[in-house]
């Protein structure tokens, strides 16, 4: 009798994910450097999200480089100086092969699922990057419109404005001892470029100062600061300033974002 015993190297072992790659791509900015359009993950980002993919890429701006462990990858990214309130994150199981999405909007966290399983048994890391907001699945169904800007800003130069439009500027204490009008004047003598503009954000009837600071100092990554000082209210922002417009009791960023005074 003949005895053959035949070897079967993983016959049960299950297929490597298509998205092993990203394991490959270790230290890279997921947003600056195109990994999130890679494929296939953008193809199945776009897929898991649907209509809520326009706003999963715009939250993204501010991020880090990816850091995979040995079976999970997970990355995000956020609206700069607003994290807490706009944000964007996947993480992908390299052993079951599912994506998951997070979108947070006015800290409302979204959770998009590739496979069934809803909101229990999330990972660690999911699970932090949630905290304490409110949680639901997300919905691709019509989404409510963008904001609608309420105007344009026009901008003076710093040296051409107005002096009530600087006075105004001197009441208002950023801290430190400083104000905002020593704030501006200084960085115009430093050769910044300083624009100043006036409108009533917020409805009030009184008119509200918005300052930016064009110049390497104030500029960086994402664009150039923005300040806008209204009723005992701030907003700062970074960002493409020529693309920021007035919004309902806030600007509206270049990423379509209504940002309110607070």
Aim: proline content about 5%; glycine content about 10%; overall charge negative.
């Amino acid at each position: 009798m003949v005895i053959v015993l035949a070897g079967c190297n993983g016959c049960n072992k299950q297929p490597e994910s298509e998205l092993a790659y990203l394991w490959k791509e270790k230290g890279k900015y997921p947003k600056r450097e195109g990994v999130l359009d890679s494929q296939p993950l953008q193809n199945r980002l776009a897929a898991l999200l649907k209509n809520r993919y326009a706003a999963f890429v715009e939250n993204w701006d501010a991020e880090g480089p990816l850091d995979p462990k040995a079976n999970t990858l997970f990355a995000s990214g956020c609206v700069s100086h607003f994290c807490d309130e706009y944000g964007s994150a996947f993480h992908v199981d390299r052993t079951s092969d599912e994506v998951i999405a997070l979108l947070r909007i006015k800290y409302k966290v979204e959770l998009f699922r590739e496979k069934e399983g809803g909101m229990e048994e999330l990972p660690a890391e999911v699970k932090e990057w949630i905290g304490t907001n409110e949680l639901a699945m997300g919905d691709t169904g019509p989404q409510a419109p963008a904001p609608e800007s309420t105007g344009t800003f026009e901008w003076k130069a710093w040296a051409d404005a107005p002096d009530d439009w600087k006075s105004g500027l001197k009441k208002i204490k950023i801290g430190g001892g400083q104000t905002a009008y020593k704030e501006a004047q200084e960085a115009a003598d430093e050769a910044c470029e300083v624009r100043v503009a006036r409108y009533d954000l917020d409805g009030d009837g009184k008119p509200g100062t918005i300052v930016t600071y064009q110049c390497d100092f104030w500029c960086g990554q994402l664009g150039c600061a923005l300040k806008a000082y209204e009723s005992g209210k701030r907003i700062d922002l970074v960002d493409e300033i020529e693309a920021v417009r007035p919004g309902d009791s806030g600007v509206i960023s270049s990423k379509g974002v209504l940002l309110k005074l607070q």
